[in-house]
């Protein structure tokens, strides 16, 4: 055999490889996360649902949205611990802050919209001041 098929071969095997254990780690982490998950923790579901962590019960959790609002999930659906990091004005770039005006001054009409509801229509339109 050519040794230039081998090499390819035993490369293609190496890789396989290690995208098998990839996956495999990656697996126990998942299932170590939900083996030590704690009542006030927040996580994600894999639907996208935000929530802190209210109730455990074997394999299910119970996770509250919204203030009031509880949802009971199998700890399968829960996705990943959100971690929170402190909201910086680096996280919004575009947003205005004191420091862009001067003390009393207003920002250039040309700017600014304001919404006002026409008289004859009951959708808010936008309009240049």
């Given at each position: 055999?050519?040794?230039?098929?081998?090499?390819?071969?035993?490369?293609?095997?190496?890789?396989?490889?290690?995208?098998?254990?990839?996956t495999r780690k990656k697996q126990q982490e998942q299932l170590s996360f939900r083996d030590h998950l704690e009542l006030g923790q927040q996580v994600q579901t894999?639907?996208?649902?935000?929530?802190?962590?209210?109730?455990?019960?074997?394999?299910?959790?119970?996770?509250?949205?919204?203030?009031?609002?509880?949802?009971?999930?199998?700890?399968?659906?829960?996705?990943?611990l959100v971690v929170d990091e402190p909201e910086t004005d680096e996280d919004y770039p575009d947003a205005a802050t004191d420091e862009d005006f001067p003390e009393g001054a207003e920002p250039d009409a040309e700017t600014t919209t304001s919404v006002s509801p026409d008289p004859g229509d009951d959708a808010p339109r936008s309009t240049q001041n």
């Open positions: 055999m050519d040794p230039i098929i081998i090499m390819i071969l035993v490369v293609g095997l190496g890789g396989l490889l290690f995208m098998n254990w990839r894999i639907g996208g649902v935000f929530g802190t962590i209210t109730a455990i019960e074997q394999d299910r959790v119970t996770i509250e949205s919204t203030p009031g609002t509880e949802i009971v999930f199998l700890k399968q659906a829960l996705a990943r």
